[in-house]
T-cell receptor, first 114, second 116 residues
């Protein structure tokens, strides 16, 4: 299966600084991408999404950038707070309409330094 | 709105027994539900897609006879781990897609399975 055997990299950020989490995806046909936040022992929580016809989308303190040329996705978190500590996963929607499914990419653990 | 629940939240069982995990969409109808498995410090791996009233579609490498999926109604899907072994110990997470909205998928809180 996908992503089996991978171990999560860690990003350590000073509280108050901006965080940038990167992700590469493999399927050039994917048309919809999502970032999730997962706290320990919990299910993934939706953060922000972006469609392939866009290259940037902003939410509250978060921005997602999509570069389709190099198949790269990034999540920027402004003014990182202790509550942002979690594992962040990028995911892509594969397939079409009712046959589509969300496939998770590798995750990144974000830790906040006080 | 769009809440997905799982029951139980955790379960411990003996090797060789079967365990059933329920996934419910509480405030919406879900034509499609998905089951994921997550090992420690790893990503979520899609196991199968469950469509209401039809057989589940399993991802490559997932044993359909070991992981039985039933999606009998628009709000309930169950995953049964048959003859569980310690290597089946994992965090099982379901998600549900709201009927008519292909891109909206909501995740449950997960079920921690420990097989002794």
């Amino acid at each position: 299966g996908e992503n089996v055997g991978l171990h999560l990299p860690t990003l350590s950020v000073q509280e108050g600084d901006n965080s940038i989490i990167n992700c590469a995806y493999s399927n050039s046909a994917s048309d919809y991408f999502i970032w999730y936040k997962q706290e320990s022992g919990k299910g993934p929580q939706f953060i922000i999404d972006i469609r392939s016809n866009m290259d940037k989308r902003q939410g509250q303190r978060v921005t997602v950038l999509l570069n389709k040329t190099v198949k790269h996705l990034s999540l920027q978190i402004a003014a990182t707070q202790p509550g942002d500590s979690a594992v962040y996963f990028c995911a892509e929607n594969r397939g079409y309409s009712s046959a589509s499914k969300i496939i998770f990419g590798s995750g990144t653990r974000l830790s906040i330094r006080p | 709105g769009a809440v997905v629940s799982q029951h139980p939240s955790w379960v411990i069982c003996k090797s060789g027994t079967s365990v059933k995990i329920e996934c419910r969409s509480l405030d919406f109808q879900a034509t499609t539900m998905f089951w994921y498995r997550q090992f420690p410090k790893q990503s979520l791996m899609l196991m199968a897609t469950s469509n209401e009233g039809s057989k589940a579609t399993y991802e490559q490498g997932v044993e359909k006879d070991k992981f039985l999926i039933n999606h009998a109604s628009l709000t309930l899907s169950t995953l049964t781990v048959t003859s569980a072994h310690p290597e089946d110990s994992s965090f099982y997470i379901c998600s549900a897609r709201r009927s008519g909205r292909a891109s909206e998928q909501f995740f449950g809180p997960g079920t921690r399975l420990t097989v002794l």
